[in-house]
């Protein structure tokens, strides 16, 4: 019998507790601070990726890239971005006045289909940071893939380790943008 006035109790017990959880967390979700906007201390500006001419002056076009290297790298930036950068924007805005404007253009692409097969996987480019009241920084960058080792990777989903790679650079190179930076494996 006093085991199972024991259970009772416990029963009784937990759900009181679980009835005060519940009704608490109404009150802590309410009083939490509302999420972080874009505002000129914690975004960057970074327009549409474009396309460049080659060290050999040959234009690029989106022709020359069937992966799509300015929508991937775009993403790995953002999904790299190091305080005080919390936020990418593609254009000014009033609540971004004053940020500073990343302008990145692919210089080169070398991204033969056969993924693994076919070849170096490599992408190239050039940034330039503008801010308020200092002089533009400027970048070179550059990273590849020669071999994978694993599961065998198409073309795209190789540049895409590459674009990756170097948005993780970019946002390093936020931190403490040098002019005349080389970032990657240049």
Partial sequence: MTIRKHIL???ALATAVLTACGSRGSKVAEAEPPEPTAN?????????????KTTKGAQLTKADDACDVPASLNQAIQDQLLTP????????????????????????ILANAGGLYGGPKIVQLHGVLDRP??????FTAQRQMFMYFGI???????????????????????QKPVDAAKLGEL
């Avoid at 950068?85 to 302008?103: H, M």
């Avoid at 009241?133 to 400027?138: L, N, V």
């Avoid at 895409?160 to 170097?166: D, E, H, R, W």
Wanted: glycine content about 8%; overall charge neutral; hydrophobic content about 45%.
């Fill in 9 to 11: 109790v416990i029963a």
């Fill in 40 to 52: 000129a201390r914690n975004a960057v500006i970074l327009p549409a990726i474009s396309y460049g």
């Fill in 85 to 108: 950068y919390e936020f990418a924007v593609p254009s000014p805005s009033t609540n971004v006045t004053g940020a500073p404007t990343l302008r990145i253009e692919i210089t080169d």
């Fill in 133 to 138: 009241g200092a002089a533009p920084a400027h």
């Fill in 152 to 174: 065998p990777r198409s073309t795209c989903s190789m540049v895409g380790v590459v674009t990756y790679a170097l948005g993780g650079d970019i946002a390093k190179w936020l």
